[in-house]
């Protein structure tokens, strides 16, 4: 990949994957929120601010981070297969993006719920939160960072014999 | 990201003859994973395998549930 073009995919990737841990956040701030408070207008509020975050926001840039991360490493000699902290850091994104695919359908049927003028003040108070999923994928995004940071060393076999082909037959 | 450096990068710069093993911090962050897992599926488990929309809402069904018996507080 030439470098101009490296660059700039880097560049956005750097924005949506930050844009992402961001945007989590701003949804973890209104998850607390449903589980410290009892006020039906704030938890209204909250879980249609949690909706519009999940899919005006957190659904395109986690797609946006795996699509770009993926040309990127295909797209250099890191690869995607050829390094641990590359395939992990895969491995990690594709499972956030998944878990948070089908998390969309939760968030939207609370939503849903939160919105109905009919659903009562006690009702309200019981829908649980998402807490866990959000937490959990904060730390998900966060362990990607570091290993995007300090690209701990570990070739694969993989990454060893292209290495090996690499040397043996340069082109 | 920046490229890896020579043509020969291996862990050490040194050319190795035999493919490398699994670094340590791999195995060990593997391992964390596992338990974590593994102690995750329990609690589902045992809090009795809902995973839908309706361990989120409080009840089995997304909808809404009527939880005041005689006069309901429709605020």
Same mark, same amino acid.
């Given at each position: 990949m030439r470098s101009g073009i490296r660059k700039l995919v880097l560049s956005i990737h750097i924005v949506v994957s930050v +844009?992402?841990? +961001?945007?989590? +956040? =701003?949804?973890?701030?209104?998850?607390?929120?449903?589980?410290?408070?009892?006020?039906?207008?704030?938890?209204?509020?909250?879980?249609a601010g949690m909706d519009l975050i999940v899919h005006s926001v957190i659904v395109p840039l986690a797609i946006a981070t795996l699509l770009t991360g993926m040309i990127i490493s295909l797209g250099t000699r890191w690869g995607l297969f050829r390094?641990?902290?590359?395939?992990?850091?895969?491995?990690? *994104?594709?499972?956030? *993006?998944?878990?948070?695919?089908? %998390? *969309?359908?939760?968030?939207?049927?609370? =939503? %849903?719920? =939160?919105?109905?003028?009919? *659903?009562?003040?006690? %009702?309200?108070a019981a829908l649980n939160s998402t807490l866990v999923h959000s937490v959990g994928g904060l730390v998900v995004l966060l362990a990607v960072l570091v290993l995007n940071v300090y690209k701990p060393r570990g070739l694969t076999r993989y990454g060893w014999r292209k290495q090996d082909q690499a040397v043996r037959d340069p082109i | 990201m920046s490229e890896p450096v020579g043509k020969r990068e291996s862990d050490g710069g040194r050319r190795m003859a035999q493919p490398p093993g699994m670094p340590g911090w791999v195995k060990v962050s593997g391992l964390v994973v596992l338990v974590v897992g593994a102690l995750l599926v329990a609690i589902m488990l045992l809090s009795g395998g809902d995973h839908g929309p309706g361990l989120h809402t409080g009840a089995g069904d997304p909808t809404r549930t009527p939880l005041v018996v005689g006069g309901a507080d429709a605020s």
């Open positions: +844009g992402w841990i +961001g945007a989590l +956040g =701003a949804y973890l701030a209104l998850d607390l929120t449903t589980v410290r408070s009892d006020d039906p207008y704030l938890l209204r509020s909250a879980y390094y641990y902290w590359v395939m992990i850091t895969l491995l990690l *994104t594709v499972m956030a *993006t998944v878990v948070l695919l089908v %998390e *969309t359908r939760t968030i939207g049927a609370l =939503a %849903e719920v =939160a919105a109905d003028p009919s *659903t009562t003040r006690d %009702e309200l | -």
